[in-house]
């Protein structure tokens, strides 16, 4: 009798198990891994990259060919709207747990709104870790190139910007939860860096490579303007980013090409009240390694050269701003942290209210060489 009231508990605790008849392995799921969303005509459209990941998986031989990739396309009143029509469009279930990039147009930008962030936040699956761009070009372009050597578009600048940047440090990279935190802040000016493509540098023996980059950035100053600045007009802010890591620099001394590279520059913005006005003292303190020199000119002079050009991009980006009624180099942060009292009672409200073609007020660029990779021995002479 006891072994069968055994046997018949046993049996009932088996029906409490749980089982595996919705297991789910990843081949039953369609990964989205970036998302780029553009507006015309009253609707959101939005673009979705899908990646094969059994082609990413690390192998000992790279692949012979390159790994399909697919870029779906809907549209909506909205950006959930447009997403669930591509849903209802796919051949297996969607995840987008994996998403690590979101691309948003030129066209989104200029309606200023909150929604793309808004969807991302809500979204519990999406992450704020994400890299997010902007894109003056084709969203069907962007998403359909691949990495080198067949690798997939998983290897390639759009999911690797930290990477690139890292060995040449002009515009930073940022996170979803970067781009928005820094909206949210009064007198903040936000840095989003726009992706495009070319295929001028690259060849696959006699065939035209196309590669990604950054081409330069929209400068945000929330609900004001957001004007887009080439890589050559940002270069000066780089020397106010605590992240530059290397940046290159050159310059011409008797006739002669001298290459440096940079590194971790130490930055002071300190307001200073003239004539009743707040203008601003900059303080540069960077050092870094001559990489090319023709020949033997006097360090102090090469010094001078690279404060003077460093000094001279801060000004052509800050200028370059002023045109643009933009504030590229954050100082509106500065002045309101430091001098709160003083942005209330001048009810300074966007970066023509408090920045003029006097508003910098010195720059202070102090130089370290901290080799010039010559040689004692001078094989060559």
Known sequence: MFRICKIWLTLHLILLL???WDEKTIQD?????????????????????LVDFAAVAKTEAKPTQAPPVYVGKQKGRSISIAINQLMRN????LYIGHVSTFVISENVLN???????????RNQLLRYSSNIFATKNSMDELFSINGFFNLSPLYTALYFPDDVYRIRSFIQPITVQRYYSDQREKASTTILPSISWNDKVWKEKDKKRKSLYMDGAFV???KVSQPWFSEKELSGLRWLTKRTNKTPVNITMNKQDIYASFSHPAHKVKPVLKDGKYKFDIEIDVSGKILGLDTQIDIDKIKRKFESQIKKEILSTFKTGLQKNADPLNLGKTLYIKEIKYWQKNHLKEPKDYLDKDSIHDINVKVHILNTGGLEAKPLE
């Open 18 to 20: 749980s089982g595996c």
């Open 29 to 49: 799921f369609h990964y989205i891994t970036a998302i780029g969303i553009d507006f015309q005509d009253g609707e959101y459209i939005v673009y979705t990259q």
């Open 90 to 93: 796919t051949q297996q279930s």
């Open 111 to 121: 309606r200023q709104s909150t929604e793309i962030v808004d969807y991302i936040y």
């Open 220 to 222: 945000i100053y929330y």
